[in-house]
């Protein structure tokens, strides 16, 4: 819903809200959060009015304003809109308001587009607000070089950074952002907001294991179930910057400010007259239902997309830590017929297959069959998995190389990186300049070429290494930053291949989790959170995946009992259950399981796809537990009339029992059945007997009020360490 009464534009979906005043040089943003509800002509004009803040001792001579594009012209001391400049000039900016369009979206939500001109600096700005039906607000800008008649000899305006910010009240106060590393991927970490700027920069080419990936703030004390939180997403795979900023002097009438934006090197983006440069989108969210309240918003914006995946998602078989660089027919064939016996839906071919790739050091960029390991290429495998009725899947890199290829010797321009020469290997490889439209072309034809032949279903694309030293080797020996142009280009290779093969799935692969944002997913089926396997360390990363991205695009796959990263060993059903909940698979090899693990297998695979509708369209919810040892979670479908939930443990603690446990996500006014699910084993437990419920809903389903599950809470079963529980819930009829 859009409302605007006089020069004040309210906009309202899902309980959220954006009023924005136009009658300012540079219109202000009045509120962001919870909807106001119904708002009079009146009630409008009052919200403007208390919009008006002090003018501050010691200060400039007029009350400092926060709009949608602050400048030091407003008296603005943090961070601007936009910094740039002209060869040296134009360095003041001071933008008005030309004109405003708005309108109402099909499904719910609104538009605002914005247009600023500024004389200083020579810049059209569109700014573009859209509150989707989800209540998700993305915004996204569009800055243009304005082409004087006959101005054919102006300088070109340098493009140092465009951030886009949005206030945030007082009470504002604490931040929840994530770091990681390689199998240890979105490990959150909490600060109070103090004065001054909150700042994160990404500067590796893509998002990264230690990506800000949803910087939140919120009432001190916020968890999933509670508290009032603001959020920020930005959409885009290349460098990126997150901030949090709080001036003595506030921001306007709020206190701090929330936002981001792409981060630029230094002459990346020079804006010729009538050139133009777009800014990822930012998604902003809003919830006073904490952290599950504003992941849902994002879940609700992901599966309403067109192109979100529609048919179940398959089981898959990945054979990476089955096979590795060891790939033999004779082998995988089996490998394939005991996929299919086990309930595997897809079979995933992963590295090792093109030439010379027989170890990591050699062989990227030649993506060719190899013909002494695969004398008659691919097809005897593939049409193989295609017989047993599963779909075929195959691992590249193609934004990587090996110098040890045909490519990097016939094509060393192509490499992304310095005229005076290459800086270290990662993994024994650089970047294929994506800009440069001979190795684009290459690319994609090779990619093409494969999928056609192959009837591939799927691609696994990874990405093994950050981007530094990113710069395009250009005629006369110039270097220029390369970061922004490569982006663009993988994304323009993407979409490209998929319009040549519509039903073709892609999955975004980064040293596992290194490129997991929302830019990648417009045009990929799901992300690899991460290389490791391990369900002790799965249970925290897919946790906290899942509060941006619903599971369905989560790839979360069973290993063999010794971790391949960690080295741990672990139960199975641990390993079963926590891979349950996400677009589920296997990452073994299966002909060295015993008929007793194949048979678990068997019955996890059923499990996966009597569960698979509701895991994959039901709100994620999780609980707010005082032990970090153990864990709550679990996904409820839409009308709360069933869930399946995991109770685990992941390590010792000092309490004997954990007293009641709300359950998170039910409805007090049902009754339901409750059940716990032992089709992969029964979880060892660190008592002599179960909570006389858990004994029963062993054998059978136990009807409980939804007031004592919700409200009360029940007591559940302290489990041994590296343990978990599996509990169905359903409405009772």
Same mark, same amino acid.
């Given at each position: ?101 708005? *309108? ?10 914005? *247009?600023?001109?500024? $004389? ?46 949005? %206030? ?158 060891? *790939? ?51 097809? %005897? ?169 619903? %599971? ?19 139960? $199975? ?59 709550? *979670? ?27 446990? %709300? ?71």
């Amino acid at each position: 819903m859009l409302r605007c009464d006089g020069q004040v534009t309210y906009m309202r979906a899902a309980g959220t809200s954006l009023v924005m005043d136009l009658s300012k040089r540079v219109p202000t943003v009045l509120h962001w959060g919870k909807d106001l509800g119904e708002l009079s002509e009146a009630g409008l004009a009052a919200l403007a009015l208390t919009g008006e803040p002090a003018a501050l001792n010691n200060s400039i001579d007029i009350p400092r304003v926060f709009s949608v594009w602050p400048t030091e012209a407003e008296g603005w001391s943090g961070t601007p809109a936009h910094q740039g400049h002209r060869d040296g000039t134009a360095t003041t900016p001071r933008p008005r308001l030309a004109r405003a369009e708005r *309108h109402d979206r099909p499904g719910g939500g609104a538009e605002l587009v914005i *247009h600023l001109e500024d $004389d200083v600096s020579g810049l059209d700005i569109t700014l573009t607000y859209r509150l989707d039906a989800s209540g998700v607000l993305a915004v996204q800008t569009t800055m243009t070089s304005r082409a004087e008649p006959g101005d054919t000899g102006a300088a070109p305006y340098d493009v140092a950074g465009v951030s886009t910010l949005l %206030p945030l009240p007082r009470r504002a106060a604490e931040v929840l952002d994530f770091t990681g590393k390689w199998c240890r991927e979105r490990a959150p970490q909490r600060s109070r907001l103090g004065f001054g700027s909150h700042v994160r920069e990404v500067r590796r080419g893509r998002p990264g294991q230690d990506s800000p990936y949803l910087l939140t703030v919120g009432v001190p004390g916020f968890g999933f179930r509670s508290g009032e939180v603001w959020g920020l997403h930005v959409g885009w795979s290349g460098n990126q910057r997150y901030l949090v900023e709080q001036p003595p002097e506030g921001a306007g009438v709020h206190a701090s400010v929330l936002g981001g934006g792409e981060l630029l090197k230094p002459g990346e983006i020079r804006l010729a007259p009538g050139a133009s440069y777009q800014t990822p989108t930012c998604y902003f969210a809003w919830s006073d239902e904490g952290l599950d309240g504003l992941a849902d918003r994002f879940h609700v914006l992901l599966r309403a997309r067109p192109t979100h995946p529609s048919a179940p998602r398959p089981l898959v078989l990945n054979t990476w830590e089955a096979v590795y660089f060891d *790939h033999d027919l004779t082998r995988l064939l089996e490998l394939a017929d005991l996929a299919a016996k086990v309930g595997v839906e897809r079979v995933v071919l992963d590295d090792g297959w093109f030439r010379g790739r027989r170890d990591d050091t050699a062989g990227l960029g030649d993506w060719t069959v190899d013909e002494t390991v695969w004398p008659d290429g691919l097809s %005897p495998l593939a049409d193989h998995v295609h017989r047993l009725g599963m779909q075929f899947g195959l691992w590249f890199e193609p934004e990587m190389v090996n110098l040890d290829s045909e490519l990097a010797r016939e094509h060393p321009e192509w490499i992304l990186g310095p005229t005076t020469g290459l800086g270290p290997s990662a993994r024994s490889q650089y970047v294929v300049n994506l800009a440069n439209e001979q190795a684009w072309v290459y690319l994609l034809e090779s990619l093409d070429e494969l999928v056609s032949r192959y009837s591939i279903d799927y691609l696994k694309w990874d990405h093994n290494r950050d981007l530094h030293e990113a710069v395009s080797r250009e005629p006369g020996g110039l270097d220029r930053p390369g970061v922004h142009a490569q982006t663009l280009a993988l994304y323009r290779l993407i979409d490209t291949l998929r319009a040549r093969h519509p039903g073709l799935e892609i999955e975004s692969c980064a040293s596992g989790g290194g490129r997991v944002d929302l830019g990648i997913l417009d045009r990929t089926d799901r992300v690899w959170a991460s290389d490791c396997n391990d369900p002790v360390e799965r249970q925290a990363i897919q946790r906290w995946t899942a509060q941006l991205i619903p %599971p369905e695009l989560i790839g979360s796959h069973v290993g063999p009992e010794r971790s391949h990263t960690t080295r741990r060993a672990t139960a $199975d059903s641990f390993r079963l259950i926590t891979a349950l909940f996400g677009h589920a698979g296997i990452e073994q090899d299966l002909a060295r399981c015993s008929p007793e693990e194949l048979d678990r297998l068997t019955s996890w695979a059923a499990l996966y796809r009597e569960f698979r509708g509701l895991l994959h369209s039901g709100r994620v919810v999780r609980a707010d537990l005082d032990n970090d040892a153990t864990l709550l *979670h679990g996904v409820v479908s839409a009308d709360s009339a069933s869930g399946l939930f995991c109770w685990a443990r992941t390590a010792t603690s000092a309490e004997g029992q954990s007293g009641r446990i %709300p359950i998170p996500g039910l409805a007090t006014t049902y009754d339901y059945q409750v059940r716990v699910r032992t089709d992969v084993g029964v979880p060892a437990t660190r008592q002599t007997q179960d909570p006389a419920w858990i004994t029963e809903a062993l054998t059978g389903w136990v009807t409980l009020p939804g007031s004592v599950l919700v409200t009360t809470g029940v007591p559940m079963p302290t489990l041994d360490p590296e343990q978990a529980m599996l509990i169905e819930v359903r409405k009772q009829s």
